[in-house]
């Protein structure tokens, strides 16, 4: 399982990317119970790619997010790099398309013309 870095403020949001050249963000928020459906999910497809970096941001904490980002529901996937949204899903996921994207985006990060990742 891929680990997930918990990001508890705004501050921490642009750390983490600025760090990480290629990252994802889950936007989730506490009531959620499809928020907390999909984050084990997310884990388990993340771990295929070693370079992404996984943030959590639970928006009950850090309500900012929605302004920042351009949030209207939770939960959102963001996926970044450096500090510009090249991905974004949200709601309702459906991951054999959210992988092919991911698989796409990762290979052209890397340089890469194969197919597989």
Do not use: W
């Amino acid at each position: 399982m891929k680990e997930v870095i918990e990001l508890t403020s705004v501050m921490e949001i642009d750390d983490f990317l600025k760090k990480n050249e290629l990252s994802f963000l889950y936007v989730s928020t506490p009531g959620c119970s499809i928020c907390h459906a999909l984050l084990p999910k997310l884990q388990e497809l993340l771990s295929r790619y070693p370079l992404i970096i996984f943030g959590h941001i639970d928006a009950g904490k850090v309500q900012e997010v929605a302004g920042k980002f351009l949030i209207l529901s939770a939960p959102v996937m963001l996926l970044m790099i450096g500090q510009k949204e090249v991905l974004r899903e949200d709601r309702f996921v459906r991951f054999d398309v959210l992988q092919e994207k991911l698989d796409r985006i990762y290979r052209m990060f890397n340089g890469e013309n194969n197919p597989e990742v």
